[in-house]
């Protein structure tokens, strides 16, 4: 399960999602350092960075959102 950081219940992407989701992933590189600009909107306890803002409009994700349980 990925879950949301506080700093993302007011982000104006993903305070859309929910606090706790499913995701798919198998990265074995991980973002380790956050940029000073960044904010960590993601993690779950295989990855801390599991997503992140960098700025007012840059946005990157380490999980595969494509993927849903009807797939």
């Known amino acids: 399960m990925i879950s949301l950081t506080p700093e993302a219940l007011t982000d104006p992407v993903f305070s859309l999602l929910p ?8 990265h074995h590189a991980q973002v380790v350092e956050v940029p000073p600009d960044g904010v960590v909107l993601a993690s779950n306890e295989s990855c801390a960075t ?22």
Do not use: T
């Open 19 to 26: 606090r706790a989701f499913p995701g798919l992933e198998w």
């Open 50 to 71: 599991q997503a992140l803002r960098v700025g007012p409009r840059a946005w990157g994700v380490q999980f595969h959102l494509e993927v849903d349980s009807s797939r």
